[in-house]
C-alpha cells in the first residue's frame, strides 16, 4: 500500500469545485512538508502547491492561484487541496507527495520521499 492515499477526486463540470485529501496510513504527517502534484495525459509532471511542517504556503502554478487553496489538518493527519472554479485545463491525476525534511517547499518532484497513487481529476460538462 502506498505511503500516501489521495482522495476526493471525480468529475465536475467547468466552474465547479472539489476538495482533494491526502492521509497517511501509518505514521504522522505533522513534521513533513506535503504537496500536491498533477500530471494531465501528454504532459509532464506539474508541481501544484505545498505546505510546510510551519504551514507555510507555495504555489508552483500560475494558473491555479486564486483558485486552489491548500491547508493541513494535524489533528485529521490530513492535507487538503481545495480546488475551486475548476477548469478543463485542470484535468490530471493528481498526486500529494511529501518531504521529509518537513521545512521548506520544493516544486522538484525528486525532492519528495513518499507518494501517494493519485487520484483523478476529470473537469468536464
Known amino acids: 500500500q502506498p505511503p500516501l492515499v489521495e482522495s476526493g477526486g471525480g468529475l465536475v463540470q467547468p466552474g465547479g469545485s472539489l476538495r482533494l485529501s491526502c492521509a497517511t496510513s501509518?505514521?504522522?504527517?505533522?513534521?513533513?512538508?506535503v504537496a500536491w502534484f498533477r500530471q494531465a495525459p501528454g504532459k509532464e509532471r506539474e508541481g501544484v502547491s505545498c505546505i510546510t511542517r510551519s504551514r507555510s504556503t507555495t504555489t508552483f502554478a500560475d494558473s491555479v492561484k486564486g483558485r486552489f487553496t491548500i491547508s493541513r489538518d494535524n489533528a485529521e493527519n490530513t492535507v487538503y487541496l481545495q480546488m475551486n472554479s475548476l477548469r478543463p485545463e485542470d484535468t490530471a491525476i493528481y498526486y500529494c507527495?511529501?518531504?521529509?525534511?518537513?521545512?521548506?517547499?520544493?516544486?522538484?518532484?525528486?525532492?519528495?520521499?513518499?507518494w501517494g497513487q493519485g487520484t483523478q481529476v476529470t473537469v468536464s460538462s
Open positions: 507527495a511529501a518531504d521529509l525534511r518537513g521545512t521548506s517547499c520544493s516544486g522538484a518532484g525528486d525532492d519528495y520521499d513518499y
Open positions: 501509518g505514521f504522522s504527517l505533522d513534521y513533513l512538508a
